[in-house]
């Protein structure tokens, strides 16, 4: 397996696999590796005949007071995993390998950040669609594989190649969840053992609410209600926001249909948490582990 941290060999190197024939999958991560990030490889190595994942904590997507220099890191480790899960390259840049000295112009998400995580991190989405954009013209992947726990992000970055003209395929693959339906999330390592425990009831309220649909309740103000109420019995858990929003728009729907996101965001201790269903598909239909 490859380890590349300069663009221009990186490019190379896809150059070289696409010119013998190949196709080529990337994984962008920022890395300190769980389960859900091998299931994107996984994912990746079906659409793809090599996958590169790319490690790199994008200091443009955290704002200032936010978890850029504790993000958790452990690259021997990813390394290792990315190998044994049958990854080609890892492609892990330093900061200043990707950004320069300088940088002046970004990608912007517009109004896709008017709701769900934007309004309560200014500029992440930004970030986030710039960075993808330069993986993208590093790395020319023929398909790129994001995780629907990130359902914003992942919707945003669809919009930013459909238009931007990229010639690259955007693959959304399920939430991946611990056997107590609590998302994998490299935060999650923030979280305390009672934190943990408190965490069930994130994917708890978003059941409820899942069931409720079911039984016929369709009002986004009584869904969400009854997913605060649920997270309210946990002293712990703080809530920041829950809505029921158009998976294309992003904007929020007064009534719910099957396709209708709903999606909240916590904290809980150090940890901001984020979760989400498709409102007829629910908690149930992601993947859970062991
Ligand atoms: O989801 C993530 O880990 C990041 O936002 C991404 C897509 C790798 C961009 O830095």
Redesign the pocket.
């Known amino acids: 397996m490859q380890l590349i941290s300069d663009p221009a060999e990186m490019r190379q190197w896809s150059r070289t696999q696409r010119a013998a024939g190949h196709t080529i999958g990337l994984v962008?991560?920022?890395g300190f590796l769980h389960e859900g990030h091998l299931r994107l490889i996984d994912n990746a190595r079906t659409k793809a005949d090599l996958v590169v994942v790319s490690v790199?904590v994008?200091p443009t997507?955290f704002g200032p007071g936010e978890d850029y220099s504790t993000y958790p890191r452990d690259l021997e480790r990813d390394r290792e995993l990315i190998r044994d899960r049958g990854g080609q390259c890892v492609f892990a840049p330093e900061t200043a390998d990707m950004y320069g000295s300088d940088p002046v112009v970004m990608v912007r998400a517009g109004r896709l950040a008017d709701h769900l995580c934007g309004p309560h991190r200014a500029g992440h989405f930004d970030g986030?669609l710039t960075?993808?954009a330069k993986l993208f013209n590093v790395v020319e992947p023929d398909v790129a594989v994001?995780g629907r726990k990130?359902a914003q992000?992942a919707r945003i970055i669809a919009r930013m190649v459909e238009d931007l003209d990229f010639p690259t395929e955007v693959a959304v693959a399920p939430t991946v969840r611990e056997r107590d339906l609590v998302a994998m999330s490299s935060r999650n390592t923030y979280l305390t053992p009672d934190e943990r425990t408190a965490a069930r009831a994130i994917p708890r309220s978003l059941a409820q609410a899942h069931s409720l649909f079911l039984e016929g309740k369709t009002d986004s103000a009584s869904l969400t209600a009854s997913i605060r109420s649920v997270l309210g019995e946990e002293p712990l858990v703080d809530i920041e926001y829950v809505e029921a929003v158009d998976p294309d728009s992003l904007s929020p729907v007064t009534t719910a249909d099957s396709d209708t996101i709903v999606a909240l965001a916590v904290r809980l201790g150090k940890a901001r948490l984020i979760d989400n269903i498709i409102l007829g598909a629910g908690v149930e239909a992601d993947e859970v582990v062991g």
């Open positions: 962008p991560t920022m790199f994008n997507q986030v960075i993808v994001f990130d992000q």
